[in-house]
């Protein structure tokens, strides 16, 4: 193997073969603004034929590593998947990757995990339903371009891309409610300041002159305070015949109480979701529950974070419409139910 043949390729060497300058080269690796697509084709092409690795050290070095730390509560939830799938989708014309880290039982724990990825010098963090206070949100801004997705604190220090909780929540409560249900039960998670979702069930059901029906189990969010919250219900007089959770993996969770306790879905009791996850729509569940579509989500978070590292410091907020999607687990109460 000759001398030329062992020499590493540069971005000079991908420059000439495209026949474009190594500012050019550089703007495409970065995904940056000014390159028009035919110069953008011929330089993909020279790096895919020349076969051009930029090295992360010498990224780093110029200020670049093109990584983007992404942080989660957990693996567990079925929800999160579909963040990544779009955040991904958005990166696969760049060559930036992604980097998970989980942010552990508590807030404490995740601050050191968002440590964990500003020490590797990412370029850009996107922060899914962070548990840390916002001080320490727009501390972490001030030193990497973040994007927050879920919370509906606003900061003009971070991007923010949100559902509308309200309107989602209010969409599956009147849902519930038309179909004649009026013991609805809420499972939500235990946040200060975050139960967006629990205060609009309760403020349907008072507008339906429900109140006295209200009954609110604020757990997690998980399978497990799903199965906490629905465990109770069935002990009650008169037991609910509709159960709203606050998150698809809570409604799991709810059903596997309901079947320990031998209630039938929706026979004696009707659950809807949130977050329309793809075990939603298997038809052995057949879970009613809102769409926040998370792969919007994440191709939106996606492509802030780029405008951040590109250089934009004016915070944008980025709503998602939810709609929903009925399905078998809904369905009127029993007939001997007043």
Same mark, same amino acid.
């Given at each position: ?20 300058? =190594? =500012? ?14 035919? =110069?953008? @084709? ?17 990224? %780093?070095?110029?200020? +670049? ?30 060559? &930036? ?8 039982? $508590? ?7 968002? $440590? ?6 990412? @370029? ?6 962070? +548990? ?31 559902? $509308? @909780? ?13 179909? %004649? ?64 959770? %606050? ?26 979701? &949130? ?15 809102? @769409?926040? $579509? ?8 996606? +492509? ?6 590109? %250089? ?27």
């Amino acid at each position: 193997m000759s001398t030329r043949q062992r020499r590493r390729v540069t971005i000079a060497d991908v420059a000439r073969q495209a026949g474009v300058s =190594t =500012t050019a080269v550089s703007k495409v690796l970065r995904s940056a603004y000014g390159v028009s697509p035919a =110069t953008r @084709d011929r330089v993909r092409a020279a790096i895919d034929e020349l076969g051009y690795r930029p090295r992360a050290a010498a990224r %780093g070095m110029r200020g +670049r590593t093109y990584t983007i730390g992404v942080l989660l509560p957990d693996l567990r939830n079925p929800f999160f998947p579909d963040i990544l799938d779009g955040l991904y989708e958005q990166l696969a014309a760049t060559d &930036y990757q992604a980097i998970i880290v989980t942010g552990g039982p $508590d807030a404490k724990a995740e601050s050191r995990a968002i $440590d964990a990825l500003v020490d590797r010098q990412v @370029d850009g963090l996107l922060m899914v339903a962070p +548990r840390v206070a916002r001080a320490r949100l727009e501390e972490v801004a001030g030193q990497v371009p973040s994007v927050v997705l879920g919370l509906h604190e606003k900061s003009a220090r971070y991007d923010t891309v949100l559902d $509308d @909780d309200e309107v989602g929540a209010e969409l599956v409560v009147r849902h519930l409610i038309g179909l %004649g249900h009026r013991r609805v039960a809420h499972i939500g998670r235990r946040a200060v300041g975050r139960e967006i979702r629990a205060a609009t069930y309760a403020r349907v059901m008072r507008e339906h002159g429900l109140e006295e029906e209200v009954a609110v189990a604020m757990t997690s969010c998980s399978e497990e305070g799903g199965h906490e919250g629905a465990r109770e219900l069935p002990a009650r007089s008169p037991c609910p015949t509709a159960i709203f959770a %606050g998150a698809d993996q809570a409604a799991f969770g709810a059903l596997r109480a309901l079947h320990e306790a031998g209630l039938a879905v929706p026979a004696d009791v009707s659950p809807a979701g &949130y977050d329309n996850t793809r075990l939603a729509a298997l038809s052995q569940i057949s879970l009613t529950s809102v @769409d926040q $579509d998370g792969a919007v989500m994440g191709r939106t978070a996606g +492509r802030l974070l780029l405008e951040r590292v590109e %250089g934009r410091t004016t915070a944008v907020r980025f709503l998602v419409t939810p709609a929903l999607v009925p399905r078998r687990s809904t369905a009127p109460p029993p007939d001997d139910v007043n």
